[in-house]
């Protein structure tokens, strides 16, 4: 597939993740209140949860991994942005992660008793060692060339490992939210947010496909070996 062909899985990416965001707003802001850090409804409190998780760490994320070669700038520009974005990502989902101990605590609800809470914990983790490695290896101080030539094709590797982690452990989190409400009696097991809730995990499932193909290409992994010298 030709470099155009390519691009256009990133324009799908950019649209999809427009659809989840305004997908998982509508279900914590329309079918279950909103979202509030303080609230004699604690239910508001992890709304707050799968709304910054999803923009953090898949959409901000996903976005991170595709500006380094999607965008028209030069070269140090793209990986500023790459780590803002990354940062951005990583502030978000520490938010998101806080707010869901929040909601625990206050609820008298114990932490850390699910797959989806562990699968977390190690994916948020691992995200701030990659970071870190990256900014301390390709920013400030930065390493020398022939380190980063051996490291760069293992932060791509590294990088969409922890975002599918990330996407993976998002659809344990819809798995969960929609099991729990469905066995409370909270809401129809074929009800309109039933069938949201489900319906924005398969679009979150396309969005991380789409971004993977774009980052994965034949044509991407040969423009990164060709660049090596001038990362």
């Known amino acids: 597939m030709g470099k155009t062909k390519m691009e256009m899985f990133t324009y799908v990416s950019h649209v999809l993740a427009l659809v989840s965001a305004i997908l998982v707003l509508v279900w914590c802001i329309h079918f279950r209140g909103g979202l509030a850090f303080h609230s004699t409804n604690k239910s508001l409190i992890f709304n707050v949860h799968p709304v910054l998780m999803l923009i953090g760490f898949i959409i901000m994320g996903g976005e991170g991994i595709m500006s380094y070669k999607a965008l028209p700038c030069s070269r140090d520009a793209k990986k500023l942005i790459h780590l803002i974005l990354h940062a951005i990502a990583l502030v978000l989902g520490c938010v ?42 390709f920013f400030y101080p930065g390493g020398t060339l022939s380190i980063r030539r051996s490291l760069i094709p293992w932060h791509v590797l590294f990088g969409l490992f922890v975002f599918i982690l990330a996407v993976g452990n998002a659809e344990l989190g819809f798995l969960e939210k929609l099991t729990f409400l469905e066995s409370s009696g909270m809401l129809q097991k074929y009800g309109m947010e039933a069938l949201l809730i ?22 991407r992994l040969q423009e990164k070996a060709n660049n090596f010298d001038d990362i």
Do not use: C, D
């Open 96 to 137: 998101g992660i806080y707010a869901v101990f929040k909601f625990h605590n206050e609820s008298g609800i114990e932490n850390l008793y699910s797959l989806h809470s562990w699968v977390g914990l190690g994916t948020i983790s691992l995200y701030g060692f990659q970071w870190i490695l990256g900014f301390t290896t």
């Open 198 to 219: 489900n319906f924005t995990a398969i679009v979150v499932i396309l969005l991380g496909a789409s971004i993977v193909i774009s980052t994965v290409t034949p044509t």
